[in-house]
């Protein structure tokens, strides 16, 4: 066999492969050659010639009623794809798996008078229920999102009935077929009912990882406590994720440490339910599985095989059940455990959004809803736990500096006899600031503003924009708008408006307003609470909290081997010590 050297070409004919799609109906021409060249001379596959497209897309539909198995079309550049579009329009209404692989010159070259150039990039409506555009594999993440988005119109033939899809191939016209074996490639499955379901035998450690979650209802939450009882499963949360079951464990304080690794075993399966992830679940798995109702591809760490469309209590009440009866919570309790013994040796941190989610998380009353806008101030609130009472909402759908007071505000008229706390930075406070005028807010909100006078997170010493040092400061952290850090400006707007103010640019000051801000019990007025810092103590207070374990001192050592020793326990580092000859 001889494929040709083109690595996206490649990856489609391996995924063909993987998926089970074998016969071909080709029509001649150039753009075409480095596909049909390989494909040929691969006994797999079962082709077909036809000189008229119009008449090929036909018969492919013919083939595919007849045998309820996905047929290829490849055809080259120019106008032979238009003449699919017939046969394609029969495809999508009788839902025939036909896919149109129409091979193209570079897409650049479109709109710029190249010979036998059209535009593919928006196909008709009802010829295809998935159309993608396959380029050229340079790197790794090229590599990763041709084999995602082949995967995706592969699927498409099959899935909510199926119909027929199309790939836009990009040819360079390489004469080179000096390839004798197909790269390895990552097939997903799509599982849209519980014939099929795969076993989770051979996985050791299995997570969950929960993206932003609605409100969970009791069937979900007992469904997927029974999981992880069942399978020792540990659930990978963050605030927004809303779970507040005894198997979660929140691996931002982890994940960010710079110079530590993880003394728990990481999980070889993580489970994805949710939207959005704000961050990464750090196992380092080798495989992901996807549980939506959407049923739709997303494959965030770069690890899915399977997408599960069903409804995710469902999905973990038919794993739960196949085992009744156990009940385990040592892996999660070990990742818990882990994460307690590190914040136990969290340092003296400066004035900054650190120290001020630190000491405001532990007095947070039971039962309030907490809004946690973006970037710096998602870093520091997540670095520490609240009450699994609490109820709590982010913008993390696109994570924009955008309506975050109004998000706030709209949720606190959703349950008026309940205190809502949201926490913003400066910037983001006055990106919205009109929306604290808005004549339905009632007295349940305090809202926390940390005014450090410019986009802090730009000046944080992990961020590219840092290496700027104050010239960041001009443009990249937008500093000096907005009063410049002033005193009165947000207190005279916000009292003006009918809210009490508090401030404070000091721990000292913070403690005593504090106490005000933090009243379990509604009061007369709503509350903007408004703390004063500084960039470069903002900074600092990332760094050491990126590097509590990392220290170099003596007493820091020390304070590491206790760490480890309490979460490996005294017979593993013995165990350790004797394995390498040590004392």
């Given at each position: 066999m001889n494929y040709t050297v083109e690595k996206h070409t490649q990856i489609l004919i391996a995924l063909l492969k993987e998926h089970g799609i074998k016969r071909v109906v080709a029509s001649p021409g150039a753009t075409n050659v480095c596909f049909l060249g390989s494909i040929q001379s691969d006994p797999y596959f079962e082709i077909y010639s036809s000189v008229d497209e119009r008449s090929a897309a036909y018969i492919a539909c013919g083939m595919a009623a007849a045998s309820g198995e996905p047929v290829v079309l490849t055809c080259t550049g120019s106008t032979a794809s238009r003449n699919y579009i017939p046969g394609l329009t029969e495809a999508f209404y009788r839902k025939l798996p036909v896919l149109a692989v129409t091979s193209s010159q570079h897409f650049g070259r479109v709109g710029q008078n190249y010979a036998q150039v059209i535009d593919r990039s928006s196909p008709l409506a009802d010829i295809a229920m998935e159309s993608i555009q396959v380029d050229c594999v340079y790197t790794e993440e090229d590599e990763w999102a041709c084999g995602v988005n082949i995967n995706k119109a592969l699927l498409a033939l099959r899935i909510n009935g199926g119909g027929p899809a199309h790939i836009n191939l990009r040819t360079t016209y390489n004469k080179d077929f000096s390839v004798k074996a197909l790269p390895s490639v990552k097939k997903i499955t799509h599982i849209s009912d519980f014939k099929n379901m795969p076993s989770l035998d051979g996985f050791k450690h299995i997570a969950v990882l929960v993206g932003v979650h609605t409100k969970w209802s009791e069937e979900l939450k007992a469904a997927v406590e029974d999981f992880c009882g069942t399978y020792n499963a540990v659930v990978i949360r963050?605030?927004?994720?809303?779970?507040?079951?005894?198997?979660?464990?929140?691996?931002?304080?982890?994940?960010?440490?710079?110079?530590?690794?993880?003394?728990?075993?990481?999980?070889?399966?993580?489970?994805?339910?949710?939207?959005?992830?704000?961050?990464?679940?750090?196992?380092?798995?080798?495989?992901?599985?996807?549980?939506?109702?959407?049923?739709?591809?997303?494959?965030?760490?770069?690890?899915?095989?399977?997408?599960?469309?069903?409804?995710?209590?469902?999905?973990?009440?038919?794993?739960?059940?196949?085992?009744?009866?156990?009940?385990?919570?040592?892996?999660?309790?070990?990742?818990?455990?882990?994460?307690?013994?590190?914040?136990?040796?969290?340092?003296?941190?400066?004035?900054?959004?650190?120290?001020?989610?630190?000491?405001?998380?532990?007095?947070?009353?039971?039962?309030?809803?907490?809004?946690?806008?973006?970037?710096?101030?998602?870093?520091?609130?997540?670095?520490?736990?609240?009450?699994?009472?609490?109820?709590?909402?982010?913008?993390?759908?696109?994570?924009?500096?955008?309506?975050?007071?109004?998000?706030?505000?709209?949720?606190?008229?959703?349950?008026?006899?309940?205190?809502?706390?949201?926490?913003?930075?400066?910037?983001?406070?006055?990106?919205?600031?009109?929306?604290?005028?808005?004549?339905h807010i009632q007295n349940n909100i305090r809202l926390l503003i940390v005014n450090n006078g410019k986009g802090a997170e730009f000046k944080i010493y992990s961020h590219p924009a840092s290496q700027f040092g104050n010239e960041a400061d001009r443009y990249m952290a937008a500093a000096g708008h907005y009063g410049n850090q002033s005193h009165t400006l947000i207190k005279h707007y916000a009292e003006d408006l009918g809210f009490e103010y508090l401030t404070a640019s000091t721990k000292e000051e913070f403690l005593k307003a504090m106490k005000r801000f933090t009243t379990p019990t509604l009061t007369e007025r709503s509350m903007v609470f408004e703390v004063f810092t500084d960039s470069k103590n903002e900074s600092d207070g990332i760094y050491e909290m990126n590097h509590i374990i990392s220290r170099t001192s003596d007493k820091a050592k020390n304070t590491a081997k206790d760490i480890i020793k309490s979460i490996a326990g005294e017979k593993k580092i013995k165990a350790i010590k004797s394995f390498l000859g040590k004392k």
């Amino acid at each position: 066999m001889n494929y040709t050297v083109e690595k996206h070409t490649q990856i489609l004919i391996a995924l063909l492969k993987e998926h089970g799609i074998k016969r071909v109906v080709a029509s001649p021409g150039a753009t075409n050659v480095c596909f049909l060249g390989s494909i040929q001379s691969d006994p797999y596959f079962e082709i077909y010639s036809s000189v008229d497209e119009r008449s090929a897309a036909y018969i492919a539909c013919g083939m595919a009623a007849a045998s309820g198995e996905p047929v290829v079309l490849t055809c080259t550049g120019s106008t032979a794809s238009r003449n699919y579009i017939p046969g394609l329009t029969e495809a999508f209404y009788r839902k025939l798996p036909v896919l149109a692989v129409t091979s193209s010159q570079h897409f650049g070259r479109v709109g710029q008078n190249y010979a036998q150039v059209i535009d593919r990039s928006s196909p008709l409506a009802d010829i295809a229920m998935e159309s993608i555009q396959v380029d050229c594999v340079y790197t790794e993440e090229d590599e990763w999102a041709c084999g995602v988005n082949i995967n995706k119109a592969l699927l498409a033939l099959r899935i909510n009935g199926g119909g027929p899809a199309h790939i836009n191939l990009r040819t360079t016209y390489n004469k080179d077929f000096s390839v004798k074996a197909l790269p390895s490639v990552k097939k997903i499955t799509h599982i849209s009912d519980f014939k099929n379901m795969p076993s989770l035998d051979g996985f050791k450690h299995i997570a969950v990882l929960v993206g932003v979650h609605t409100k969970w209802s009791e069937e979900l939450k007992a469904a997927v406590e029974d999981f992880c009882g069942t399978y020792n499963a540990v659930v990978i949360r963050n605030h927004a994720s809303n779970y507040t079951g005894e198997y979660g464990y929140n691996p931002d304080l982890i994940n960010s440490m710079r110079q530590y690794t993880p003394q728990t075993e990481r999980a070889e399966l993580v489970i994805y339910i949710g939207s959005i992830s704000r961050y990464s679940s750090g196992m380092d798995e080798k495989t992901m599985w996807r549980v939506n109702q959407d049923g739709k591809i997303r494959d965030m760490e770069r690890k899915l095989t399977h997408v599960f469309a069903m409804e995710e209590a469902d999905f973990f009440r038919y794993y739960a059940d196949l085992h009744k009866g156990r009940k385990n919570n040592s892996y999660a309790k070990q990742w818990q455990d882990e994460t307690k013994n590190i914040l136990a040796n969290v340092p003296e941190l400066p004035f900054c959004n650190v120290w001020v989610a630190k000491t405001l998380s532990e007095n947070l009353p039971d039962h309030s809803v907490f809004h946690l806008s973006g970037s710096n101030t998602a870093r520091a609130w997540n670095f520490f736990p609240i009450s699994n009472t609490i109820e709590c909402y982010s913008n993390d759908g696109a994570m924009g500096i955008d309506g975050q007071v109004s998000a706030f505000i709209g949720e606190s008229l959703m349950n008026p006899q309940k205190l809502h706390f949201g926490a913003v930075g400066d910037l983001t406070f006055f990106y919205d600031m009109n929306s604290l005028g808005n004549r339905h807010i009632q007295n349940n909100i305090r809202l926390l503003i940390v005014n450090n006078g410019k986009g802090a997170e730009f000046k944080i010493y992990s961020h590219p924009a840092s290496q700027f040092g104050n010239e960041a400061d001009r443009y990249m952290a937008a500093a000096g708008h907005y009063g410049n850090q002033s005193h009165t400006l947000i207190k005279h707007y916000a009292e003006d408006l009918g809210f009490e103010y508090l401030t404070a640019s000091t721990k000292e000051e913070f403690l005593k307003a504090m106490k005000r801000f933090t009243t379990p019990t509604l009061t007369e007025r709503s509350m903007v609470f408004e703390v004063f810092t500084d960039s470069k103590n903002e900074s600092d207070g990332i760094y050491e909290m990126n590097h509590i374990i990392s220290r170099t001192s003596d007493k820091a050592k020390n304070t590491a081997k206790d760490i480890i020793k309490s979460i490996a326990g005294e017979k593993k580092i013995k165990a350790i010590k004797s394995f390498l000859g040590k004392k």
